[in-house]
């Protein structure tokens, strides 16, 4: 991927999901996710429970709420998460859906709050 079309996918979303928000939410609208890092070692540990030829990561999309922020690495940080989209990683062989918990990574760190 260029980096002309990975901006422009950028704006769209920001676009997109700032609309969105506003529509949804009003005047409650918080500014939503851009981005979510996740750590190296976190990635390679759910590769490892893929095939080798057969394996990748499956990608899932969520929004934090009340309850499942619960868990989250610093707790005293947990509401300004709450109404943030995020990203879930399944090890997944051939696009199957997660079948264990151990499969699954999430509490990356989402952008805002945490940008650099």
Do not use: H
């Not at 260029?2 to 928000?21: G, H, P, Q, V, W």
């Not at 939503?32 to 990561?57: A, P």
């Not at 709450?82 to 999430?106: R, Y």
């Amino acid at each position: 991927m260029d980096f002309i079309t990975f901006e422009r996918l950028r704006e769209k979303y920001r676009l997109f999901i700032s609309k969105a928000e506003n529509l949804i939410n009003g005047k409650n609208a918080i500014v939503q996710t851009n981005s979510v890092w996740l750590g190296r070692k976190e990635i390679e540990k759910i590769l490892e429970q893929t095939d080798r030829e057969k394996g990748g990561i499956k990608v899932f999309f969520g929004k934090y709420d009340e309850e499942t922020v619960k868990g989250f690495n610093d707790p005293t940080r947990e509401k300004e998460y709450i109404g943030k989209l995020t990203v879930i990683f399944a090890a997944s062989d051939d696009n199957s859906d997660p079948t264990e918990e151990s499969q699954l990574l999430n509490f990356g760190k989402p952008c805002p709050p945490d940008c650099c």
